[in-house]
């Protein structure tokens, strides 16, 4: 079975801190998006990437970067924190069959 | 853009009973077309996929390019399928997803 790991299950951070979001695949997928999960919204694409070093806005990409150093990692960083960012977030990787996805990071922004 | 739309927030039915969830596209062309469950407090999963025309769990979506539908479908619902349900399409002949709202399925005994 694919595993997606994310690092923290739940984060509590102050506005403005530089915040960063882990995601470790072990499948050697190319393709690894973030999403954004909240009540009465669905899933929204942050961003995503298909290579390493490659990267690509998805729909909400304001607020947010990304990093991929390494083809197993890839990581969302919030460079500046907000309470509008407190949400759901969501690793995936691709293959063949669909998505598979993390367990989440759920992040308070106080 | 692409836009899938998922028109019930809620729905509720008992147990037994047929349920139906409804999931509209908007991509013309040849989409692929999944759902996926979120049950409580687990991770979001792949529960189907129209290419495979599999059932899983008792479910089975069709596709319906007429009326750009992908409605799920199971004719005896479980408690167990109590769970969050996403509609989700490829974007165009690109790998990104797009998801819809999701419908929250309720199954009480």
């Known amino acids: 079975d694919v595993k997606v790991t994310q690092s923290s299950r739940y984060l509590v951070k102050r506005t403005g801190e530089k915040v960063f979001l882990e995601c470790v695949q072990d499948?050697?997928?190319?393709?690894m998006f973030w999403y954004r999960q909240d009540p009465g919204l669905g899933l929204r694409l942050i961003y995503f990437s298909y290579d390493v070093k490659m990267k690509e806005k998805g729909d909400i990409p304001e607020g947010y970067s990304v990093s991929r150093e390494k083809k197993e990692r890839f990581s969302l960083i919030l460079e500046s924190a907000s309470t509008n960012q407190t949400s759901m977030y969501l690793c995936a990787t691709q293959s063949n069959y669909g998505y598979t996805f993390g367990s989440g990071t759920r992040l308070t922004v106080v | 853009a692409q836009r899938v739309t998922q028109p019930e927030k809620l729905l509720s039915v008992f147990k037994g009973a047929p349920v139906e969830l409804k999931c509209n596209y908007s991509?013309?062309?040849?989409?692929?077309l999944f759902w996926y469950v979120q049950y409580s407090r687990q991770r979001l999963q792949l529960l189907l996929r129209?290419?495979s025309r599999e059932s899983i769990k008792g479910f089975t979506a069709d596709l319906n390019k007429g009326e750009t539908s992908f409605h799920l479908k199971k004719p005896f619902a479980q408690e167990e399928d109590s769970a969050m349900y996403y509609c989700a399409q490829t974007q165009g002949g690109s790998e990104k997803l797009v998801f819809g709202k999701g419908t929250k399925l309720t199954v009480n005994p």
């Open positions: 129209h290419i």
């Open positions: 991509y013309s062309g040849s989409p692929e």
């Open positions: 499948m050697d997928h190319e393709n």
